[in-house]
């Protein structure tokens, strides 16, 4: 990572927590009421050089969702609480990954993360993208801003998911590395805050 892209993430996370701290308590406040689970949900991730780091999400699933389902999320899935919809909906559940990104393990921009069961079934030139830092949004998500309804579409989602999406994604995120800096990544960052005001 460039010494001017973690200034970037270093400040800008600081002003970020600053500012949506009370909204994140209050989302806290609410996922509680909802079930009485856990707010956060924590999940292991591979990130760059291919170590393993916890990211942080406010839980939108029901408690121990991981174990009766996929590891990814397909179409209306039944798991995803009425609060978790809402979070999704506007991204509030990865407001807690700022702090992902002020220790350093997290980009604002980069390849978002996979679990390390996916990462396993990367070839030579996929595994690329563990060089560099994962981050909350990239130009993939973007691109596949409406994935769990595409998924939801297969019969099998997750054979899909690795075999199609994945790969592209990767791509996606491998080209965009090659010419990325800091002013296209504040527009990967507005494209993504211009989605949460779209309808799909």
């Given amino acids: 990572m460039s010494r001017i892209k973690r200034q970037f993430d270093l400040i800008f996370s600081l002003v970020g927590i600053s500012l949506f701290l009370p909204v994140g308590a209050l989302i806290a406040l609410i ?44 179409g209306n899935d039944s798991r995803i609480t009425r609060v978790g919809r809402w979070l999704r909906r506007f991204k509030l559940d990865e407001f807690p990954q700022l702090f992902n990104v002020l220790k350093g393990e997290m980009s604002f921009v980069g390849p978002r993360p996979e679990v390390p069961k996916y990462v396993m079934l990367y070839n030579d030139t996929e595994r690329e993208v563990i060089n560099l830092v994962p981050g909350i949004t990239d130009p993939a998500s973007i691109i596949y801003r409406n994935e769990n309804e595409i998924l939801g579409k297969f019969g099998d989602p997750e054979k899909y998911y690795v075999e199609k ?11 965009y590395a090659k010419k990325a800096n ?17 309808k799909n």
Avoid at 48 to 65: E, H, P, Y
Avoid at 182 to 198: A, E, H, P
């Fill in 31 to 74: 996922i509680k009421i909802e079930d009485g689970g856990p707010i956060f949900y924590v999940q292991e991730r591979v990130g760059q050089g291919a170590r393993d780091f916890k990211m942080i999400k406010f839980r939108t699933m029901i408690r121990d969702a991981d174990k009766i389902g996929s590891a990814i999320t397909i």
């Fill in 182 to 198: 800091v002013l296209s990544d504040i527009f990967v960052i507005l494209q993504t805050i211009g989605l949460l005001f779209k």
């Fill in 165 to 175: 999406i994945v790969p592209d994604k990767i791509r996606i995120n491998l080209e």
